[in-house]
């Protein structure tokens, strides 16, 4: 499907103000190959970027400058997600005491990306010890200091976007939202999985909601939104229209069939065929 199709039509008509835009492993493949062939599809790319001991995929200078030419031919923007195993709460607790190893990688990401220009880079917040312990208090605050310190390297606070998880319920990061000027990463999948009203979320969160997750619930999480029912993936993107949201909606699905089909219903909704 060519991207024409994704920006044909009466744009008075349209109800998609946003970016669309898929995750950089869709192919069996590295992050450039990846980019080469979804740059013609999409709006935005989220690179998911990791270091290891075993791997990395961290993008050196010569392929930077690519996914730069890339960003170019194909008026893409870039979101980054930073690393799964990011503990933004897990700072220094006095003097002489050391930040948690992921802070100094998360840090490193966001330096090394810079000259992308990304439109958001979404955050993880490890949310194990208070829902263990229901310490949410002290677990904000944790969390505050250590996103103080990744807006800092990004430069601009609300480009750090913290991300609703299904394990996490998403009332308890509000404070934060209301506390700092950073973004949010609002994830439906993931309040379809907590059974959550996902309409009145999305227009309660609106006015913090920079980048939107969208994927189905099959077999496993992050699958294709046909398993969807169409009325209720109908329901999410009405309410997206109606909070006249314009950020970016990465299709959060990890091989091409689940984008295709993806998508594919996001454009019949645009098309008013959904």
């Known amino acids: 499907m060519s991207r ?3 920006h044909s039509g009466d744009l008075n008509r349209s109800p998609r103000a946003f970016r669309l835009g898929s995750t950089s492993y869709v192919y069996p493949d590295d992050i450039l190959p990846n980019v080469r062939r979804l740059g013609p599809m999409v709006d935005d790319v989220e690179l998911v970027l990791f270091e290891i001991p075993e791997a ?5 200078a010569a392929a930077l400058d690519e996914l730069g030419r890339l960003a170019d031919a ?21 003097p002489g005491a050391q930040p948690d190893p992921s802070m100094a ?21 490890d949310a194990r010890e208070p829902l263990e312990t229901g310490a949410w208090d002290a ?3 944790a969390c505050a200091v250590g996103l103080a310190e990744l807006a800092a390297a990004a430069g601009e606070p609300g480009r750090i976007c913290i991300e609703n998880l299904e394990r996490c319920p998403h009332g308890e990061m509000l404070p934060l939202l209301e506390r700092l000027p950073v973004g949010f990463c609002l994830d439906i999948g993931h309040l379809w999985l907590q059974g959550e009203d996902a309409p ?3 227009a309660r969160l609106a006015p913090y909601t920079r980048v939107v997750h969208l994927h189905g619930i099959g077999e496993r999480d992050h699958a294709s939104l046909r398993h969807t029912p169409r009325p209720q993936l109908r329901a999410a993107l009405d309410a997206l229209a109606r909070s006249g949201f314009d950020g970016v909606v990465t299709l959060e699905v990890f091989n091409l069939e689940d984008l295709v089909t993806s998508r594919d219903l996001v454009l019949a909704w645009e098309d008013g065929t959904l």
């Open 4 to 6: 024409d199709r994704l």
């Open 56 to 60: 990395s995929n961290l993008p050196d």
């Open 74 to 94: 194909h008026d893409l923007t870039y979101t980054v997600h930073l690393p799964l195993d990011l503990r933004v709460a897990a700072g220094g607790d006095g």
């Open 105 to 125: 990688m998360a840090r490193r990401i966001i330096e090394l990306t810079r000259p992308l220009s990304p439109y958001a880079y979404v955050a993880h917040l």
């Open 139 to 141: 677990w904000r605050d």
């Open 200 to 202: 009145a979320c999305i």
